[in-house]
């Protein structure tokens, strides 16, 4: 097994973070069509913050892990070839599927007389029947079929931004859907070789594990839009906690504890894109899904409830001074993909404020959206100094360090903490958390 050759093309959180992990133990090629992107990685470095990603990714170059922007008959002929691709939705809410069929008309013409049959494993989050219907066809142009000549199987990916590495080498779960049991078993043993404990892992057919994927990240999105919607009604009932109350029902096995934190709502590349592509894909084939838009109106409506709670504290926002702390779409990442804190910037410079921003990590990518109509500060004591209000957004370590000395400099010493992450017991500061009666 360990002379297996693997190729991954897509090279985003996913095919990345397989790369510097499966890149210790087997020869592994990272494909991408950015060049950029390829002669950043072939220098040992990332073109996105993600913690521990680093020591992989250079332990894996040390090993043999390679990189180039082009699919040729060599890519093509590993044993295993990962499609980790991104999938948008267009501007209607469709999944786009564009660069999975053209990763994989690539693949087509360039597996002609191959010496082995490669197993093409379909790692994107793709709506149900893509696999059969739409990459297989294309696969099998040139006279070549599946099962015989080569495999298609779907193993979709269930690693969170942040915490990409640790998901990546202990996966809760490894879902492999194929059409015959000898092509499931292959990828099966290529896990079972590259993982040291036991894994959970579920075969079953390509569909089903489509459905997999888009349930988990449609449940999910579900449970945060649910506690959100209980936070708002706390917030109208003094003497409540959203958190005390998520921590109660959370010990009820049948809820579980976790995904249970109220927020500004989710953000992210994923949550707002699956379930609006899920959201399309049923109305397509006939079942309106009323959860699902429910669970969507919930989570767009929810940037509202943090704009009230600054109004409800400040009146009149014309001309004040607000710091928005936090940008990235959650912890431990740069990314502001959907990021609640960009509508939120949005609509406070609509009021007329004067905005004021700080991330440990996501300043650059904020600074492309906006440009000059925000104040940047790399100084989480300097930002408050005068200010009319300070809203927690992402719940970043430095923020729960907060010291209320230096809250104490604000002009007007109002913290709206959307993630309830500070505990603050002084009569000068006017402290709102999101779903506190
Ligand atoms: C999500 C899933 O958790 C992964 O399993 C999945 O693989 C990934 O999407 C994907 O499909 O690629 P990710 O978007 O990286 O991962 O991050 P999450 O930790 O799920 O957070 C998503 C959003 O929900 C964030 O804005 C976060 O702040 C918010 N959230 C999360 C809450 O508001 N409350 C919670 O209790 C949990």
Known sequence: MINKKIAIIGLGYVGLSMAAFLGNHFKVVGVDSNKEKIRTLEKGRQYFYEPKMSYYLKRAIKNG???????????????????????????????????????????AKNMTNLKNNP??????????????????????????????????????????????????????????????????????????????????????????????????????????????????ICQKLPGTNVDKVAEIIGMDPRIGKQFLKAGPGYGGSCFPKDVQALINFANNIGYE?????????????????????????????????????????????????????????????????????????????????????????????DILVDSDCAVIMTPWQDYKNIKEKDLLTMRNPIIVDTRRILHIDNEKISYVGLGIG
Do not use: W
């Open 119 to 232: 197993s093409i494993i379909i790692k994107s989050t793709v709506i149900p029947g893509t696999a059969m219907h739409v990459v297989k066809p294309i696969l099998e142009k040139n006279d070549l079929k599946e099962s015989v000549d080569f495999d298609l199987l779907t193993n979709p990916e269930f690693l969170r931004e942040g915490l990409a590495m640790h998901d990546t080498i202990s996966p809760h779960s490894i879902v492999i859907g194929g059409s015959n049991n000898a092509s499931i078993k292959k990828l099966t043993s290529l896990y079972k070789a590259t993982y040291t404990k036991k894994q959970n892992i579920i075969e079953t057919n390509n569909i089903t594990a489509e459905v997999i994927k888009y349930a988990n990240n449609a449940f999910l999105a579900t449970k945060i839009s649910f506690i959100n919607s209980i936070a708002n």
């Open 65 to 107: 892990l390679t990189f180039t922007d082009q699919i040729t008959k060599e890519i093509v002929s590993s044993d295993f070839v990962f499609i980790t691709v991104g999938t948008p939705i267009d501007k209607y809410g469709k999944i786009d599927l564009s660069n999975i069929k053209s990763v994989s008309t690539s693949i």
């Open 289 to 381: 899904p009323i959860l699902l838009d429910a669970v969507k109106n919930i989570n767009t409506l929810q940037v509202n409830t943090v704009m009230n709670l600054i109004k409800q504290n400040l009146k009149n926002l014309k001309g004040k001074k607000i710091c928005v702390l936090g940008l990235s779409f959650k912890e431990n990442t740069d990314d502001i993909r959907e990021s609640v804190s960009v509508k939120l910037v949005d609509l406070l410079l609509k009021q007329g404020c004067n905005v004021f921003v700080h991330d440990p990590k996501a300043m650059d990518n904020i600074q492309l959206v906006f440009k000059d109509r925000i104040t940047y500060t790399d100084s989480l004591k």
